[in-house]
């Protein structure tokens, strides 16, 4: 069975400092791995996903994350944190099912 | 573009009602898959229709049941509600079913007393 894991469950960072959110999964065959944030009564919004290629993928409002196959890893990261990117986020995975898997989430709290 | 609707966004039922949730594409995108977010079990993956064909089912009872008609918009259904149904219910549509980027609606907040 496919699974996600998000081993800290709040990040605390400083404004302009960087940040990393942590994500490690477990899935058959290739993976697809995706990173979303929500807002407090809000849906979901997608970040940046890994398909195939590049290891290191961009997305939206400077977030990154790295692809590593051999550590089955998928941190979310970004140079300098803002205090609007206090959220929650989620780390996600496809395998050839596609059913996807969600992590339990990382609370970013940005201080200013 | 319109971002993915969902209706009602609040709703309270009792146990043993039944409930049905609206969700409205984005113009276009053809799948359309929904999730169950709780506390406790975090976010869940319900179903996955595209062109109205269910293509993936997740771990749920058969009280919980889908469709999606011939505009992409999609319906769910929950039979029997027991307490552990009340949830925040999203929507997620996307051009493509499989690893095409999802867009989320806003969610159905369903409380069962």
């Not at chain 1, 993928?57 to 803002?82: I, R």
């Not at chain 2, 975090?42 to 999606?68: A, D, H, I, M, V």
């Not at chain 2, 319906?75 to 051009?95: H, I």
């Amino acid at each position: 069975a496919q699974s996600v894991a998000q081993p800290e469950d709040q990040v605390n960072v400083a404004e302009g400092n960087p940040l990393t959110v942590k994500c490690t999964y477990s899935v058959s065959g290739n993976p697809y791995l995706f990173w979303y944030v929500q807002y407090p009564n809000r849906g979901l919004q997608f970040l940046l996903k890994y398909i195939t290629g590049d290891n290191l993928v961009k997305g939206s409002y400077g977030f990154e994350a790295e692809f590593n196959k051999s550590q089955t890893s998928f941190h979310l990261k970004k140079p300098s944190a803002l205090v609007s990117d206090s959220a929650l986020y989620f780390c996600a995975v496809r395998g050839g099912s596609y059913i996807p898997t969600f992590g339990r989430g990382t609370s970013l709290i940005v201080h200013p | 573009k319109a971002g993915v609707t969902q209706t009602p966004r609040y709703l309270i039922k009792t146990r043993g009602q039944q409930v049905t949730l609206s969700c409205s594409p984005i113009s276009g995108h053809r799948s359309v898959s929904w999730y169950q977010q709780t506390p406790g079990q975090g976010l869940q993956f319900l179903f996955e229709y595209f062109s109205e064909t269910q293509r993936n089912k997740g771990n749920f009872p058969g009280r919980f049941s889908g469709r999606q008609f011939s505009n992409s918009r999609s319906e769910m259904n929950v039979s029997t509600l027991e307490l552990g149904d009340s949830a925040l219910y999203l929507c997620a549509s996307s051009g493509l079913a499989g690893t095409d980027t999802q867009y989320f609606g806003p969610g159905t907040r369903l409380t069962v007393l």
